[in-house]
């Protein structure tokens, strides 16, 4: 089979954030306060670090090897594993691309607002939180259309028609992630007439640089700044998702729907990774932690992904 030409360069960017940390968990709790880490707004599953990013680089090494540089956006942490010195790696702290009004940030949405200010960031890129997985050796155009468009990657599910922003009644009933994709999408219809009605993915997605720059200092500027001091995620946060509807809006996009075969979200409250993954064998899969999972159910990721991932990558140390 001849071999696709990869005609654009493309970097990678993830979010990552060791939540046990004493001296980040003393700055969270003296911004936020001792409140409970069962609750959508601070729960334990955004922060904990089941070293994930380990074995998310090794299928980054082993199944995507053309990704130019691999940025690694956090708050002033590295994995102790990490090989920082390597050709491919940089960390990027929140404080040389965020505002200082933002600062300390706890809040993904937030954060994610500024990845385009990475320095020396190329002009696509791909997007990840550490817990999203490339099981296959998958091709630039799988992420890119030959014209260097990216595909926006939604799920057949049905939004409806709402109004932005979503009555509270509605919020409590549909939980923080759901309503900031709903009011995302309800704010795309309102100001450019179309209507998307499949959800995100909830795994890697592609961005061109420029594009996303724009959506942020210019369609939703004025939601963005009414976000930065929202130090962990609130209702009412834009989310990342109303700028992938724009850019299908304005056609500086492709839509793709996919299914469980092609992209797969695995809980991990209700274990049987292996199962599922064989049963669907996606081209990407997520391991989605949240404010259900016990910390008796994260035991079993590190296994699974060791099985998964056995090789050490050129990233890490050896020890």
């Known amino acids: 089979m001849e071999e696709s030409v990869q005609p654009f360069v493309i970097d990678l960017v993830y979010l990552w954030v060791d939540g046990s940390d004493p001296a980040w968990l003393a700055k969270k709790h003296q911004v936020t306060g001792i409140v409970s880490e069962h609750t959508e707004t601070n729960n334990k599953g955004r922060y904990s670090n089941n070293d994930e990013l380990r074995y998310s680089l090794r ?14 956006v ?31 940030c706890f809040n993904s949405s937030v954060i994610e607002y500024f990845i385009h200010k990475i320095p020396g960031l190329a002009d696509r890129f ?10 296959k050796s998958l091709s630039p155009d799988y992420f890119f259309n030959p014209e260097g468009l990216p595909y926006v990657r939604l ?8 109004h932005y922003p979503v009555k509270k009644l509605f919020r409590r009933r549909l939980g923080q992630y759901m309503t900031m994709v709903l009011e995302g999408s309800a704010a795309v219809h309102q100001r450019f007439g179309r209507l998307y009605s499949g959800i995100p993915h909830h795994n890697v997605d592609a961005f061109v640089t420029e594009d996303y720059r724009f959506v942020v200092e210019n369609v939703f500027s004025d939601w963005v700044k009414s976000s930065l001091q929202n130090h962990v995620r609130q209702y009412g946060d834009l989310h990342r998702s109303a700028f992938s509807y724009y850019m299908l809006a304005t056609g500086k996009a492709v839509l793709k729907y996919v299914n469980k075969r ?4 695995l809980n991990i409250h209700r274990l049987k990774f292996m199962q599922r993954l064989k049963k669907y064998d996606p081209d990407l899969f997520c391991l989605n932690d949240n404010q259900r999972v016990r910390d008796e159910d994260r035991v079993a990721i590190e296994p699974f992904l060791k099985e998964l991932f056995p090789d050490q990558s050129s990233f890490e140390k050896i020890f």
């Open 59 to 72: 299928s980054v090494e082993r199944n995507v090897p053309w990704v130019r540089n691999i940025f690694i």
């Open 262 to 265: 092609e992209s797969l979200r």
């Open 155 to 162: 799920k057949r599910k049905i939004l409806g028609r709402w």
């Open 74 to 104: 956090t708050d002033n942490q590295s994995p102790y594993w990490l090989k920082r010195d390597h050709p491919k790696i940089r960390l990027v702290d929140h404080r040389e691309i965020m505002p200082a009004e933002a600062l300390p």
């Open 126 to 135: 791909l997007f990840a939180n550490d817990d999203m997985f490339f099981p």
